[in-house]
């Protein structure tokens, strides 16, 4: 068994990454989140989709609890976690997260931080943390809103209640729901859609659609002109065209 806390497996369009700390639940301790580091500067430089899993039956328990109570004032000010998920959620290509059963805490918030969330029937995700006595700080307050909306986003993260997987699909947290041994097969179709499409203009999109209500729609124009002089849209719209004799 590998004893990595995260397993990377890269190919050339896609890495996946799968959380691995089995008897710890996969509990996000600091070393997952200095390898999410490395990882985002690698994806940062050569851009390629990237989906998050657990394992056995776990996406991850939330932030390490061990870790979290001997941090103090200056380590939240730091934002550990949530400057990791930041970037997780900057990165230019999109991350699918592929969520098995619990997704607690910063487990959640790491898959709030992805784009495209699918789950299995056993997926219990949501904020416990005020019952630890702190808050959820690694995008749960802001990230969750803009998923689900203020109303449920306010009952999960000051009730602590967890949404099960027909909830979360529900209020579009998580966009289908997979057996547990198709999780991944249905993780990689979403992954091959997008690597058939054009990765710039993929990219274009995340960024414009990352970008602040303020700046539409002049970044919009502004990405889309560098779309339309590239070769690839010429390439592209070219064999769509001569495929159907519209010369
Ligand atoms: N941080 C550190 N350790 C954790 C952890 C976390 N977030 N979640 C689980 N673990 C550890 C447990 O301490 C236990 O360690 P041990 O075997 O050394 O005692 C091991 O993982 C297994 O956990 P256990 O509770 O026995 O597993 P379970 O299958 O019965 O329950 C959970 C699973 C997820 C319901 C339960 O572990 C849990 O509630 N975890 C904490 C969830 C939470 O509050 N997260 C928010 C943190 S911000």
Redesign the pocket.
Known sequence: MNEEPLVIERSPDRVVARLNRP???N???REIIDVLHALCEELETEPRILILTGVDG?FA????????RARRAEDARRGINATAFVRIHELPMPVIAAIDG?A????AELAYAADIRIATPTL?IG???T??G?M?AAGGTWRLREIVGDGLASEMLLTGRLLTADEALRAGLVSSIHAADELLVAAHAIADRIAANDPLATQHTKRAMRAPRETHPGIDGDLQAELFESPEKMRRMTEFLERRGRR
Do not use: H, M, S
């Open positions: 008897d710890k639940r509990a996000i301790d776990v328990a939330g932030a390490d609890i061990t870790q979290l619990y607690l805490g910063g487990g219990k904020n416990p943390e019952g630890l702190i959820a």
